[in-house]
């Protein structure tokens, strides 16, 4: 069966689906892998380790989805001004696509992928099961976002994070405040503690107290009138506009003593809940710097510009979007074997695609898919 990784397209992104590392392992396996020369590069991965690691080097985009059964990619398919088409229309007619596509089946994406008879898989959907951890790209993702997001709070402050006891006199430890203690933030709070920052954390998921004490760190505690504030599956839900308000008052005194503020309060498929206001910034020391890792979906800080860093009060606030994309070794790395753990799960023992849609991970990470996808191999005249 031929497996396809082309080079993404989408502006800044630096991640590659599959490294040399799977690509080995697939072709061990007895795959056929053909990578679209350079897809690599940006993550440090050259044609040639590629070719060591068995597979075969395409020199474009269409060269390189020709005839593949499966395409594995980072990013959703979009426009290729290189080649004049959009990268839906390039995937083979009743191939598999594996990649970040979200959750909205109606996106221009997974409409043009579902026009073509594609049956594609988006990475968002696999279920947050401990049989799926190996294919969780969200959480090896976040994992990173908060490593750097740690990175760039202490990076961009005039203070040193450790207590220091020196002959220039005793330095306190700064103080870092993570709100939102998913794995993003669980990571950003392991993180700036190593550094020896002082750390409050707080989430609207009481469960996570544990978690943040295990790590060492402070959790802040809210009253909120709702007691029920996660879905079935782990996930927050959206407060009501009471709590909302009470979250922010009973907050501000964490915030206007932090040093650091790290955001990265999610809820799926929603706007990112503000819980940092304008005046809340105003109330903070002139250097103290905030990362917002919510600015793509709106941002959890008023101020937050996605993709800019501005400063107000004498406050630095870091709005980042695609963070994973300034790690692309580890990145890719994780992700490519995220992916291999999925493609284990389509594969049977003879090497062939078998779908099987009563599996609940592959039941629920696929966001379209075509009649008889389970039927693989669907590339007429190509398959093996
Ligand atoms: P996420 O990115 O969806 O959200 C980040 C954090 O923000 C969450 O902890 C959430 O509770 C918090 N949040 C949302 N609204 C908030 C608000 N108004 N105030 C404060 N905090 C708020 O989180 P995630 O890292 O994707 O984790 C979501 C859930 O999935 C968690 O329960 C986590 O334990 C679970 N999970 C399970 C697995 C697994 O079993 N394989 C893997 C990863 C995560």
Same mark, same amino acid.
């Given at each position: 069966?031929?497996?396809a990784v082309?080079k993404e397209?989408?502006?800044?992104?630096?991640?590659?689906?599959?490294?040399?590392?799977?690509?080995?392992?697939l072709?061990?396996?007895?795959?056929?892998?053909?990578?679209?020369?350079?897809?690599?590069?940006?993550?440090?991965?050259t044609?040639d380790?590629?070719?060591t690691a068995?597979a075969?080097?395409?020199?474009?985009?269409?060269?390189?989805?020709?005839g593949s059964?499966?395409?594995?990619?980072?990013?959703?398919?979009?426009?290729?001004p290189?080649?004049?088409?959009?990268?839906?229309?390039?995937?083979?007619?009743g191939?598999?696509?594996?990649?970040f596509?979200g959750r909205d089946?109606?996106t221009?994406?997974?409409t043009?992928?579902?026009?073509?008879k594609?049956t594609?898989?988006?990475?968002e959907?696999i279920p947050?099961t401990?049989?799926?951890?190996?294919?969780?790209?969200?959480?090896?993702?976040a994992?990173?976002?908060g490593?750097k997001?740690?990175?760039?709070?202490?990076a961009?402050?005039?203070k040193i994070?450790?207590?220091?006891?020196t002959?220039a006199?005793t330095?306190?430890?700064a103080?870092?405040?993570v709100?939102g203690?998913?794995v993003a933030?669980?990571?950003?709070?392991a993180?700036?503690?190593?550094?020896?920052a002082?750390?409050?954390?707080?989430?609207?998921?009481?469960?996570?107290?544990?978690e943040?004490?295990s790590?060492?760190?402070?959790?802040v505690?809210?009253?909120?009138a709702s007691k !029920?504030? @996660?879905?079935?599956g #782990?996930?927050?839900? +959206? *407060?009501?506009?009471?709590d909302?308000?009470r %979250?922010?008052?009973?907050?501000?005194?964490h915030?206007a003593?932090?040093?650091?503020i790290?955001?990265?309060?999610a809820?799926?498929?929603?706007?990112?809940?503000v819980?940092?206001?304008?005046a809340?910034?105003?109330?903070?020391?002139?250097?103290?710097?905030?990362? !917002?890792? @919510?600015?793509?979906? #709106?941002?959890?800080? +008023? *101020?937050?510009?996605?993709?800019?860093?501005? %400063?107000?009060?004498?406050?630095?606030?870091?709005?980042?979007?695609n963070?994973?994309?300034?790690?692309?070794l580890?990145a890719?790395?994780?992700?490519?074997?995220?992916?291999h753990?999925?493609?284990?799960?389509?594969?049977?023992?003879?090497?062939?695609?078998?779908l !099987?849609?009563?599996?609940?991970?592959?039941?629920?990470?696929?966001?379209?898919r075509?009649a008889?996808?389970?039927?693989?191999?669907?590339v007429a005249?190509?398959?093996?």
């Amino acid at each position: 069966m031929r497996i396809a990784v082309p080079k993404e397209t989408t502006p800044r992104e630096t991640r590659v689906a599959l490294v040399p590392e799977t690509v080995a392992r697939l072709v061990k396996a007895g795959q056929e892998i053909v990578v679209e020369t350079g897809a690599g590069e940006a993550a440090g991965f050259t044609d040639d380790a590629y070719r060591t690691a068995g597979a075969s080097i395409a020199p474009s985009a269409p060269s390189t989805y020709d005839g593949s059964q499966v395409i594995a990619k980072v990013r959703e398919p979009i426009d290729n001004p290189a080649v004049g088409k959009h990268e839906a229309d390039l995937v083979p007619e009743g191939a598999v696509y594996i990649s970040f596509l979200g959750r909205d089946k109606t996106t221009p994406a997974v409409t043009k992928l579902a026009a073509r008879k594609v049956t594609a898989f988006s990475m968002e959907m696999i279920p947050r099961t401990s049989r799926a951890q190996s294919m969780d790209a969200l959480s090896s993702m976040a994992g990173l976002s908060g490593y750097k997001a740690a990175l760039w709070g202490a990076a961009n402050l005039g203070k040193i994070y450790p207590l220091k006891m020196t002959a220039a006199g005793t330095i306190a430890p700064a103080n870092v405040f993570v709100l939102g203690c998913g794995v993003a933030g669980l990571e950003a709070l392991a993180t700036s503690r190593k550094l020896g920052a002082v750390v409050e954390a707080y989430d609207v998921r009481p469960a996570v107290k544990e978690e943040v004490e295990s790590l060492g760190g402070r959790f802040v505690q809210v009253e909120l009138a709702s007691k !029920d504030t @996660a879905t079935a599956g #782990g996930y927050a839900k +959206e *407060l009501s506009a009471e709590d909302q308000q009470r %979250v922010k008052e009973l907050l501000a005194a964490h915030v206007a003593k932090s040093d650091v503020i790290i955001t990265t309060a999610a809820i799926p498929g929603r706007k990112a809940p503000v819980m940092v206001t304008e005046a809340m910034v105003a109330s903070m020391r002139p250097g103290s710097v905030i990362v !917002d890792l @919510a600015a793509e979906t #709106g941002g959890n800080c +008023e *101020l937050t510009v996605a993709g800019e860093t501005v %400063v107000r009060n004498g406050v630095t606030i870091l709005g980042p979007i695609n963070v994973p994309a300034t790690l692309p070794l580890h990145a890719s790395m994780m992700y490519s074997r995220n992916v291999h753990s999925l493609l284990k799960l389509m594969i049977n023992k003879e090497g062939k695609l078998n779908l !099987d849609f009563e599996d609940d991970i592959i039941r629920d990470s696929c966001i379209t898919r075509a009649a008889g996808a389970e039927t693989q191999p669907a590339v007429a005249g190509k398959a093996s």
